[in-house]
């Protein structure tokens, strides 16, 4: 069944004069349960392939489908489709400073509209499930880089989402973080099915993956 | 509430001193308390003033006055007989026989036209006057009198002095033309009541000495009236009832100056209109600190609409957050304006001009009705000036922001 896909997807930026055509009939299609890894240099588009599948922005041309139907990052739905459908875990990891690791977990569920008693729960279950039990109560600001990612992705996994999107998640972290956090997808994908599409530039964690696609001139390989 | 939404808020709520006291909210708390403060001390203080007015012109006037209507002085079975007719209104809780008129006083070659004041002395007489008595006796006696203190002031008179008083009788001309009768009285007290004109002009005395001066015999010039205190607002409705139950020859009109006080109380929220522009003023500093916050938490932002929240969810956490702090700066205000009005109540080095304000001192009054209103207004500007900015949130793109973090 496809999750998620993006079919002839064109997308160009303007800079001044000079136009930078990053995506050239780029497709996509995200099976349940894969774990897609999409490299390519820096600067080759990348990041803009999945802002356009998680319903950030929108292609200048093609089109993005859900379960077969076809959304756009501009429709009224689009928050919604983004809270309940898709997880985001980014290189910055984009924590609300201001909330607790629990609390910062429990955010998407409770933008969702679902009580804080029931969110605060699933959060801690997932924060123990990621080996963060012991740092509920910490803010992004004590907690160490694998230690953020780990919490973004608990937070990126708390509405069930089909699809986790994860932009360079291992690319702020140094080699041994970056291990910890693609095991962790890996062990992710295998005993929950969990469905990824991760953004590295990391060839050597890319190669761990059975599906990879490389990003070349705007056209997905 | 969205419970997003309400999760920040308890935050906010549970721990002020983290989320709430922020240096870049500084100069936008700044500005709301010295704004309202500024216009709460002046309304505390035009309450006060208005309130120490209208208790003063209140109790030192009467409310209605009954008189002939050609002016005749009043024999003592007429004064009973309306006494007696007025004290049996429900409205009416005194009816005095009184004398008042004008005369010179004079000390030398200091001379002051005054309003003589004469009442009964006996038990059952006025007293109205006697708490305002500030040295000297408040009993009036035969032969003496109460001065207004700004009076004796300029005349350069003091207790146990003799004030002279001169009264021209149009209606008794001599050989050698008309000749003014003239008295002399010890005083016994001095009046100080705050409402400058009767502290510069009024002199109490016994009836029987006004009768002497006016060469009458045992007659009343007037009954002064005063209403029981939740019908002093319908003086002048009651005095047309009086007037059509005394009959002929009789007049009842309203004396209260209701006129003044509406004037007074027209001005107060006059300064109070004028004052909310200094809270608008205020508010654009709310706007400025609004601004920065968005600025400031573009990745927040960010991150709340990736996630799924609506631009209204953004902006209602946002504002929560605000109002709280613009709501603690009111309250703080309004403290500020108490200490400011009580401080102006009481320096001692600029007092107010009694023949231009009537009364020659402030006076504070904190009415919970004006903290209310205060508090309302305020909140309304400061929430109006909060999302005025926050309307930006919804033209923010979610991708420029997370490519721009």
Sequence with gaps: MIYLAG????????????????????????????????????????????????????????????????????????????????????????????????????????IAGNTKHSALARADELLQLLGLEQRLKHYPNQLSGGEQQRLALARALINQPKIVLADEPTGNLDPGHSREVWQLFHKLNRELGQTFVIVTHDPELASQSDKIHELKDGILI | MNPAEKLFLQLYLNHPGRYLLRFSFIFMVLGIVLSVGILAAGLNLFEGYERALRSLLLDSFPHIS??????????????????????????VASAIPTISFNAMAYNGSKVRGSLIRAYDPNPGGADHYSKYVSSGSSRLETGKVIVGHYLAQELGLALGDTLRLVYPQLDRITPLGMYPSEHSFIISGIYKSGYYEYDRSQILCTLADAQSILYIQSSTGSIEVKLKGTYVDDAWEISRNFDRMLGNGLTAFPVANSGLLRVVRMQKWLIFVIFCFLVLIAGINIISAVTTQILDRKNE??????????????????????????????????????????????????????????????????????????????????????????????RMQIIDLLRNP
Aim: charged share 20%.
């Design chain 1, 7 to 110: 079919y002839s997807l064109y997308k160009a930026y303007y800079d001044q004069d000079q136009t930078i055509q990053v995506l050239k009939n780029a497709t996509l299609e995200v099976e349940e349960g894969d774990l897609v890894v999409i490299t390519g240099q820096s600067g080759c588009g990348k990041s803009t392939l999945l802002h356009i599948l998680g319903l950030l922005d929108d292609p200048d041309q093609g089109k993005v489908c859900i379960l077969g139907s076809e959304v756009s990052a501009h429709q009224a739905s689009a928050p919604s489709i983004r809270n309940r459908e898709i997880g985001f875990v980014f290189q910055f990891h984009y924590l609300v400073e201001d909330l607790n690791a629990r609390e910062n977990v429990a955010l998407p569920m409770l």
């Design chain 2, 66 to 91: 009954v008189q002939s209507v050609n002016r005749d002085y009043l024999d003592q079975d007429q004064v009973a007989a309306i006494r007696q007719d007025l004290l049996a209104q429900p409205e």
């Design chain 2, 301 to 394: 932002i960010a991150v709340l609409k990736t996630l799924g929240a609506t631009p209204p969810t953004i902006r209602q956490i946002f504002q929560n957050q605000m109002l709280l702090v613009c709501l603690g700066a009111i309250v703080l205000g309004q403290l500020f304006g108490y200490l400011l009005s009580w401080l102006v109540v009481k320096q001692d080095f600029y007092h107010l001009k009694g023949d231009v304000y009537f009364i020659d001192r402030l006076e504070l009054y904190v009415s919970p009705l004006n903290q209310i209103i205060i508090f309302v207004v305020a909140a309304i500007l400061a929430v109006i000036c909060i999302r005025i900015p926050l309307r930006r949130i919804d």
